[in-house]
């Protein structure tokens, strides 16, 4: 058995050791004779956090695959462990061979949320490998970055070697492959960052050059060596039949966030709300063939033991073959008691019939987004779902025995005012006026119906039409917020109504971090120094240091949230080709403000630009 | 067919906790392909039900499971196909079949055996070993425990059932049932208290090394193994000849 990198006093001193000790099922060791490339692939926030995350389970299972390549993982360390490891000098490891993150040759790192920024610096930091990319020598690990915050990454360009822009599973291994030539012919670190920088869906920051204009926005941006490309088309899996994909995942030890297999059905979303940026970096929709779904449910529940399944994509009810898959699942799955979770489906008669057959209609609640409260706004949003369909759905669900309801909303988006969000208060109010009227009182468990609304504060991302937009102020959002609850607490039925809204001081800084530039990186460096780290953790999410921060740098935090932009404005993203076009974008700005919606891909094409990758949903 | 299942904890594993151990084998029986039953009702789950909670940090090489199964072939392939689902740090050392009626795993704990040994650097004075049998031999062992309302004054003497002491390492047979559990911790605690002496943070390496169902009587207790109320049925190697 492999010896542990922290000693039994630590382990018998800190929460939840099972965190660091590895030698989970399915977790992959190798020799380290056998192997010449170590990765180490990191996601920048606690286990059960990053365990749970898919995209980490498809690229380990990947890099395994790879002749000669060893892929361990790597977490951030809890506070508790964090604190020690600093005064003890311990330096950050891999859980696998539980070696020093110093010794591989790559630190992987994926990017799911812009307030995990100065997580990636509290790992960067606890491997002892500088944390600004320019001060790394030829010993240091590559640091390379993936997942959607690639698709703007400059406020984080200073402490990246690489950003792979786009979907894994295409240029690694091209890309192992180059670094194992370079580092064997004894290249220094500078030559083989230029030859990755050619290869297609690489962004090396370190050979692109910024200016700026005198009022702070972006003069020029330009590569500044000869044959360095000036745009980047991110990477896309054309084909995710017949691609990677684990059929033996990870099994942790202790409970996690998501503990369940997962079968991605489909990558991508037909529909094209305004605010989702998911919904335009994964274009085009692709599916997957429903048999190769199948088996792989088999052998996934097969070799992991997981009681329960769960199906992913951005809206699973847009998956053609969804009753064949779920009816297949049910029939199989049940005999061996195994639960199958849905999220993302829209309530209608089929899912709520195929609900009531997975589930304990009792102690479940349904969940509906129409994030935002009236038509009209919802128009702008380019939500395609209408009162009739939320109260159609909600009837049918008190029908079938249903109770509970989640209601989710956005405050703050664009064109908002007082009606759309007394809106929300109505609409909240109407659900349980129908369930009343819907359920006669003998036959209502408790008596009552338990609508639970929830509104978050709207974030302009980069590549939506609203990357534009003017973000609302903290004041701004919480007078929202306000309003809402007296709007709720107004109504005839606010006793059946729960009101939660989320925290406003978060979603300021995640707007200056989404759409930021690299004058940010200061501020991120600035405020891990000051001790920031576990910014998406309320308990530990100091605001007054980020404050002092922007100070200290000189930064405003208004010129990325509330400055209105103009269409001509150079982004600090515009490098990236994703995909959608620009012009795309700015055509759906103007119908947002038009209060026109647009059809979903399979209606009838928008001509966004994801036609160019040749398949999907535009050739179907 | 209720079958009860012996396996051993060690190393790296001794790390995690008792819901952890549950959890693994619930996965463990599903990849093991054991043929479990579940309870009726909306949220089935398997019958399995372990005999005592194992502290994080302690290893062992007696832990039992109770298992209720539609189908079984017979003990050996049980613990092959097990251990093939296992890691290393969990490994299955028997399955046996219970007797039609017997009590479950956790309401047949009445003992459990420990060996004890100091880390490098943190045993007591020399001599220990010849204060500790003196010590041991007392009329009493008096210790006070916290509750959540007040102090208890507890005999630990009465719960010692046997003990040795080889080289530098103790062994205990002690009082586990649920009414009277002593921690082997706790005995040490009290020694070192008598002696003068500071017991040093994360002192003990405890190795359970069986748990124990008392067939006599409360006044005469004979302990055994709790898989030997079961038995262990080897394949027929005849039928595979014939």
Known sequence: ?620 | MKIRVKFAKFGNLKFIGHLDVQRFFQKAVRRAGIDVKYTTGFSPHQIMSFAQPLGIGLESNGEYMDLEVNSFTDSDDFVERFNKASVEGIEILSVSVLPEGSKNAMASVAAAGYTIRFREGRSPREGWQERLKEFLASETIMITKETKKNTLEIDLKPGIYEYRITGDSIYFLINASSSGNIKPGMIIEAFMQRANEVLPENALLITREDTYTNVGSEEEPEFIPLDQIGEVIHAKTSDCLS
């Open chain 1, 1 to 620: 058995m492999k010896k542990l990198a922290l000693s039994d006093d630590i382990l018998m001193k800190i929460e939840k050791p099972a965190r660091y000790i590895g030698g989970e099922v399915n977790s992959v060791v190798k020799n380290k004779e056998d192997v010449d490339m170590r990765i180490a692939f990191c996601f920048p926030d606690v286990y059960e956090i990053g365990m749970s995350h898919l995209g980490i389970q498809i690229l380990y299972d990947m890099f395994n695959r790879f002749d000669g390549v060893w892929c361990e993982r790597v977490y951030s360390p809890w506070t508790d462990l964090d604190a020690i490891m600093r005064k003890e000098n311990i330096p950050l490891f891999a859980l696998e061979s539980q070696d020093p993150i110093k010794d591989f040759d790559w630190l992987a790192i994926t990017l799911q949320y812009e307030m995990c920024y100065t997580n990636v610096l509290q790992v960067l930091d606890l491997s002892g490998i500088p944390l600004l990319a320019k001060d790394r020598t030829d010993g240091d690990p590559i640091v390379i970055g993936g997942g959607p915050c690639t698709y703007n990454p400059e406020p984080i360009a200073d402490f990246f070697d690489i950003f792979y822009i786009g979907e894994g599973e295409t240029r690694y291994e091209e890309l192992i492959n180059l670094y194992r030539e370079c580092r064997d012919s004894g290249l220094s670190r500078k030559d083989f960052l230029r030859k990755a920088a050619k290869v297609p869906g690489m962004y090396v920051p370190a050979f692109y050059d910024v200016t700026y204009k005198e009022d702070g926005t972006i003069e020029c941006f330009q590569p500044n060596e000869e044959g360095i490309p000036a745009r980047i088309l991110k990477e896309i899996e054309m084909d995710v039949s017949h691609t990677y994909y684990p059929e033996k995942p990870l099994v942790p030890f202790m409970k996690i966030s998501q503990d369940r297999v997962v079968l991605e059905i489909m990558r991508g979303c037909i529909r094209g709300c305004r605010f989702c940026q998911a919904g335009q970096l994964y274009r085009p929709v692709r599916e997957r063939d429903v048999e190769v779904l199948k088996d792989y449910a088999l052998k996934m529940l097969k070799n992991t033991g997981q009681e329960e399944i769960s199906l992913s994509s951005l809206s699973s009810s847009d998956y053609s073959k969804l009753p064949e898959l779920i009816n297949f699942l049910i029939e199989d799955c049940s005999k061996n008691h195994i639960n199958i979770s849905l999220p993302s489906l829209r309530i209608d008669a089929f899912s709520l019939d195929v609900m009531s057959k997975v589930q304990d209609i009792k102690k479940t609640s349904l969940t509906f987004a129409p994030e935002a409260g009236s038509q009209r706004l919802r128009n702008v949003i380019n939500k395609g779902l209408t009162e009739e369909d939320i109260i159609g759905g909600a009837t049918l669900a008190f029908e079938g025995g249903w109770t509970r309801v989640k209601l989710y909303f956005m405050l703050g988006l664009p064109t908002e005012t007082d009606e759309d969000i007394e809106g929300i208060a109505e609409l909240s109010n109407k659900i349980a006026a129908t369930f009343f009227d819907v359920v006669p009182k003998e036959k209502r468990v408790n008596g009552r119906v338990q609508i639970v609304t929830s509104t978050s504060f709207f974030v302009p991302k980069p590549f939506t039409p609203f990357q534009w937009a003017k973000q609302c102020t903290k004041e701004e959002f919480l007078e929202k917020a306000y309003k809402t609850k007296h709007a709720i607490m107004a109504k005839l039925n606010q006793k059946s109504i729960k009101y939660n809204w989320h925290e406003a001081d978060t979603a300021v800084l995640e707007g200056v971090l989404a759409r930021g530039d690299r004058k940010v990186g200061n501020v991120i460096l600035n405020v891990y120094k000051k001790g920031a780290i576990f910014d998406s953790w309320s308990e530990y999410f100091d605001n007054q240091k980020w404050m002092d921060a922007f100070e200290e740098c000189n930064v405003s935090m208004d010129f990325y949230t509330t400055r209105e932009r103009s269409t001509e404005e150079i982004f600090p993203w515009d490098f990236i080709d994703c995909g959608v076009t620009k012009e795309f974008l700015k055509r759906e700005w103007e119908k947002a403000q038009r209060e026109e919606i647009s059809q979903n891909c399979r209606k009838q094409c928008q001509g966004c630009g994801a036609a160019r990758f040749g398949g999907g949903v535009c050739f179907s």
